[in-house]
């Protein structure tokens, strides 16, 4: 088997080669996220990662320039044998000029500024992280509670870094009763933060415990543009926005704050052909 499945990778990533060095998330107790939830996390072994990459080379050809790390949460690795998994792809795949890998606050958390200097001077350029809400009570809901001041310090890290930190919010994560409180703390966050890009996701009910809470399974299509426009109002800081996940209603991009009243145009759009708007 080329892959241990289920596999994900962000839609930016879609021309790049996955190479599984983890399975599964560490974490993998959010309310909220069923990706994870049928398999345990370990981490490949040199043996592994090198039977896999013979087999991916086999596949896909050695010429890859782009190599996306999975799974989940690979950056939870320690620093040295991150680095080391990099360099047998890089063995095996001459010609790659990028990684990119998901990471989270809790795995970044143990990240020194020296460790993610290391990371980029060996080509780490993106890290893909799931702030999810900027509201620590949405935060204890959902089983991913960390305190906002202290996510903010971890992901100014990695930008210091001089890393691209794409952060994802997911809308819809405060149920209607924390809809906006949930919006205007999350724009709060990433204009801390300034990461280099920011993604809206659509919260998905479907094989998660949620599904049976009225707060969340009530949140319609109109509760999602309207809190949508509320955090894409609050965002101050530059970053390159995207709501073009497949589970977003309709897709959006642009640079904020600059294109901030063409996607706040065509939200308002999309929410005046709603049932009932």
């Known amino acids: 088997m080329l892959y241990s499945e289920p596999l994900f990778r962000p839609p930016a990533e879609a021309d790049s080669l996955i190479v599984q060095i983890t399975e599964g998330c560490a974490y993998n107790r959010c309310l909220f996220c069923p990706m994870y939830k049928g398999k345990d996390f370990r981490v490949h072994s040199p043996k592994e990662i090198a039977v896999h990459l013979r087999d991916l080379s086999s596949v896909f050809g050695p010429d890859q320039t782009r190599v996306f790390l999975a799974d989940g949460d690979a950056l939870v690795m320690d620093t040295d044998d991150f680095l080391a998994a990099m360099a047998q792809v890089r063995s095996a795949f001459p010609a790659v000029r990028r990684f990119a890998a998901y990471g989270s606050v809790f795995s970044l958390a143990a990240k020194t500024a020296d460790d993610l200097l290391r990371l980029k001077a060996a080509g780490l350029r993106t890290v893909y992280l799931g702030l999810e809400s900027g509201d620590e009570e949405t935060l204890r809901r959902m089983g991913k509670y960390m305190a906002a001041p202290r996510m903010a310090g971890i992901c100014r890290r990695v930008v210091e870094a001089g890393l691209n930190l794409s952060v994802m919010v997911v809308i819809g994560l405060g149920g209607r009763s924390r809809s906006r409180p949930h919006a205007e703390a999350s724009a709060r966050l990433v204009n801390e933060i300034r990461p280099s890009h920011t993604s809206l996701l659509n919260l998905l009910l479907a094989h998660t415990p949620l599904a049976a809470d009225a707060d969340y399974r009530d949140f319609a ?41 063409l996607i706040l145009s065509r939200i308002q759009t999309a929410l005046s052909r709603c049932p009932g708007a």
């Open 221 to 261: 299509l109109t509760d999602y543009f309207s809190e949508a426009a509320a955090f894409v109002a609050a965002v101050e800081c530059r970053t390159i926005f995207r709501a073009n996940h497949a589970s977003n209603p309709v897709a959006l991009q642009g640079v904020l704050p600059r294109d901030r009243e």
